[in-house]
């Protein structure tokens, strides 16, 4: 069945576009007008009633009014930021189709019922441009963004999310209204494109990707590259914890206990070289400092899942289903008192030997390591309690749905 068809099926009301077309901008003089034209004309090829939104994100070249002048209906953003822009212009947008490009020209909007197709036919929730794959036009892209920071930004959430998306900054989109409301977005900045496809993936959204034509784009670019490219890397690591926290703790982990293991009974002879309290020390540290790591990554994806951001994964839902304040208040209070007794005992003894030389660092270190586990136990067993606490809106309230984090979450929008 034709595209046309299917929309003539669907038609809204006049006053009701079944499409909209959300196009930010700042300073876009170059080339706003065109972007307008192409996807009027996108929409005008297959019959679709469309509005086309531009969101001037503080432009100061006249861009508003010539985008205005052009037919769009222009919607004000002074929040500076890629992801501002386009939560405003989403906001606004009436249709139940949604479809999302750049105002410089360098994606072509009459490519828009390539990118609706898959999802009036109802087998896709999520499409995605993908210009490495289609036809990438002279000077579109700099070298160092088309065989580095591309491939390594996309690799590294193809590996850390285990999706298959192959150009993941790709800016222009399109999804159903219902998959906008799943993603429940809120990112700022660049990494608005990465939190799409992470919301997307955690909602278990069907996501397809097209081959598309690149253009070098008109007017001034506006991206920093280090900083753009951090904002994602930051904001992938932070919405996967297990890979920031959870394997660097495990290693250390396994490192630190078992050099202290080795060297607890006594100074070894390895490598030729004679190894005694330096090594120990380093291993308490280490053991330590991984535990901590491994609380981290409890406690991140604790929050993560209080705040609806994503789901228990396997190992967390084992814990979960051992886990209680009492019982983990118990494990860390016996871990005190073990390493206390220890302290306790080298005192006593230093006591007894009438104040002499003391010579008992290695009880020392395992004193203070479990004592300092325990501690962290303890305390960590509180916070995850007090995120685990099921919450519910006040009476009278206007609630929320099932699922969806509290809109007052501190720092959500501001990645």
């Not at 904002?231 to 490192?255: A, C, E, K």
């Amino acid at each position: 069945m034709a595209i046309d068809s299917v929309f003539s099926e669907n038609a809204s009301p006049l006053d009701t576009p079944l499409v909209s077309v959300v196009i930010p901008c700042l300073n876009e003089v170059a080339a706003i007008a065109q972007c307008i034209a192409k996807a009027r004309q996108g929409l005008a090829d297959q019959h679709v009633a469309g509005e086309i939104i531009v969101v001037d994100n503080g432009s100061s070249d006249g861009s508003a009014q010539v985008a205005a002048a052009a037919g769009a209906r222009v919607v004000s953003e002074p929040r500076r930021g890629y992801g501002s822009a386009y939560l405003a212009g989403f906001a606004a947008a009436r249709g139940s189709y949604l479809v999302m490009g750049d105002g410089d020209d360098t994606y072509d909007f009459l490519e828009i019922p390539r990118f609706l197709a898959p999802l009036v036919g109802g087998t896709i929730d999520l499409v995605i441009g993908d210009r490495l794959k289609g036809d990438m036009r002279t000077g579109a892209m700099s070298w160092s963004h088309r065989w580095i920071g591309n491939p390594i930004l996309s690799s590294m959430l193809r590996l850390l999310f285990r999706t298959r998306v192959s150009d993941a900054h790709c800016g222009m989109r399109a999804f159903t209204r219902e998959a906008w409301d799943q993603m429940r977005l809120g990112a700022i900045g660049m990494e608005f494109a990465s939190e799409m496809i992470v919301s997307a993936l955690r909602e278990r959204l069907r996501i397809a990707e097209i081959p598309i034509a690149y253009h070098p784009r008109l007017g001034e670019s506006k991206l920093n590259g280090f900083r753009d490219a951090w904002r994602h890397v930051r904001f992938m690591l932070l919405f996967s914890p297990s890979y920031l926290f959870l394997l660097p703790g495990l290693l250390l982990m396994i490192t630190g206990a078992a050099i202290s293991g080795a060297l607890l009974p006594g100074p070894r002879t390895m490598f030729g070289r004679t190894w005694d309290y330096h090594p120990l020390l380093f291993g308490a540290s280490a053991l330590i400092l991984g535990y901590n790591l491994v609380l981290f990554d409890v406690l991140a994806k604790s929050y993560s899942m209080a705040a609806g951001f994503a789901r228990a994964d396997r190992w967390l839902t084992g814990l979960r289903r051992w886990f209680s304040l009492e019982r983990g208040v118990v494990v860390g209070l016996l871990c005190l008192t073990v390493g206390a007794a220890i302290e306790a005992r080298i005192v006593v003894d230093w006591v007894r030997s009438g104040y002499g030389g003391l010579m008992a660092v290695r009880q020392v270190v395992v004193g203070m390591a479990l004592m300092v586990l325990g501690l962290q136990t303890i305390f960590a067993s509180f916070l995850v309690s007090l995120m685990q606490v099921e919450r519910r809106a006040p009476i009278g309230g206007s609630g929320s749905r099932p699922g969806a984090p509290p809109a007052d979450l501190p720092g959500r929008a501001q990645m």
